[in-house]
Every structure is written in C-alpha cells, then in structure tokens.
T-cell receptor
Framework: EVQLLESGGGLIQPGGSLRLSCAGSGFTFSYYAMSWVRQTPGKGLEWVSTIYGSGETTYYADSVKGRFTISRDNSQNTLFLQMNSLRAEDTALYYCAKGWGSGSFPFDYWGQGTLVTVSS | EIVLTQSPATLSLSPGERATLSCRASQSVGSYVAWYQQKPGQAPRLLIYDASNRATGVPARFSGSGSGTDFTLTISSLEPEDFAVYFC??????????FGQGTRLEIK
C-alpha cells in the first residue's frame, strides 16, 4: 500500500525557515517524480514544486522560486521542502504527492498534509 | 499561466441524480486534464486523468470528457459518498501546473 507521511510543519515567524519532510513507502520511491502542493481556503490548491526521480531536475512555482528548495533522499525514501524567507501568504496545508506512472502528473497518491502557519 | 474556471461553484443535487461539472481552460490544454475529489479533512483523490481515463479503483459512474478548453466530469447516479469538492487540474505546457477553484457538490 502506497503511503506518504508529511512532517515538519508548525508556527513560524515571517522571515523564518522551515523544512518539511515526506516519507514514502509501498512503492519504489526513486522511480517517481514527487511534488509539493499547498492548499488554503482562499486560494485553493496551488502547485509548489516538483522533483524528478533522480533528483537532478526540479521545478518551482514563481511564488516560491528563490525561497524554497525541493530535494529528495532516495536511500531514505524521503522528500524534502526547505522553505526560507517565509511570508504570511505561505501559510497553508502542504501536501506531498506522487506522480502517476512515468510522468510527473497527475498525482495518484497524496499525503495527509502538514500545516504551516507564518505569523508573528 | 493557464487559468482553469470551474462551474458551478456549488451544485445541489439528490442521491440518484446525474451531476455534470464543468472546467474551462483559458487556452487549449489538449487532453491534459485530471479531476480530483476531496472530502473534508482528507487529501484529494485522483478520479480521472488525461480527460477521460478513470484512475484505478474509481467507480464506473464517474466519467470525464472534453478536449482543448472545455472539460466535463459526469457522475451518472449520485451515491451518498460522492458529495464532496471536485477540482480539475491541467498539466499542459508546465510549469506551472494549475488547478481550478473547485466545485462543491452538496446534498439537496
């Protein structure tokens, strides 16, 4: 059974940093592209970043480019999102999601999410 | 950036009725549209990929259609567990990939 378990969320002050993790199991982690997607009541679902299976290719939404870094440790079946220079508008529930088949999209499995709150 | 507009925002129907949800793209996305279902407190669940292909385990009452800019998710006969929020997503010419704002399907 495919499982994705996020961790690392919490309350952080504006300008601070946070590192999210997503542990995958039940599938060959290194074979699949992985992504982070965030959700807020006001903006709905927003794609944040994607990393290919090898970890060599990454993509970012303009809203986080230069501040967030996606990475993965295939030996530990874990996906990461390093978030720096956090802003109030980064407050959201962050999901990790697995790419379907040989592509990056759509997302066939999602974690339950980890909540990030940026506030002073 | 390709904008997806879903309509209606809220759809009120009764179990057994047919539901038709729309997703319109600001420019052609070919057939690169997926549909997700989200229930309260849960992550989204993939229903349809590439406009018309049902994901593994998705009941046959769910079907998708469309190409170019206009897409439809149809639920042929609503079951109680189908009342949820539905999102469309496009992956044409990414990044970025984008989502629609969602349609809430509620019990009438």
């Amino acid at each position: 059974e495919v499982q994705l378990l996020e961790s690392g969320g919490g309350l952080i002050q504006p300008g601070g940093s946070l590192r999210l993790s997503c542990a995958g199991s039940g599938f060959t982690f290194s074979y699949y592209a992985m992504s982070w997607v965030r959700q807020t009541p006001g903006k709905g679902l927003e794609w944040v970043s994607t990393i290919y299976g090898s970890g060599e290719t990454t993509y970012y939404a303009d809203s986080v480019k230069g501040r967030f870094t996606i990475s993965r440790d295939n030996s530990q079946n874990t996906l990461f999102l390093q978030m720096n220079s956090l802003r109030a508008e980064d407050t959201a529930l962050y999901y990790c999601a697995k790419g379907w088949g040989s592509g990056s999209f759509p997302f066939d499995y999602w974690g339950q999410g980890t909540l990030v709150t940026v506030s002073s | 950036e390709i904008v997806l507009t879903q309509s209606p925002a809220t759809l009120s129907l009764s179990p057994g009725e047919r539901a038709t949800l729309s997703c319109r793209a600001s420019q052609s996305v070919g057939s690169y549209v997926a549909w997700y279902q989200q229930k309260p407190g849960q992550a989204p669940r993939l229903l349809i990929y590439d406009a018309s292909n049902r994901a593994t385990g998705v009941p046959a009452r769910f079907s998708g259609s469309g190409s170019g800019t206009d897409f439809t998710l149809t639920i042929s006969s609503l079951e109680p567990e189908d009342f949820a929020v539905y999102f469309c997503q496009q992956r044409s010419n990414w990044p970025p990939i984008t989502f629609g704002q969602g349609t809430r399907l509620e019990i009438k």
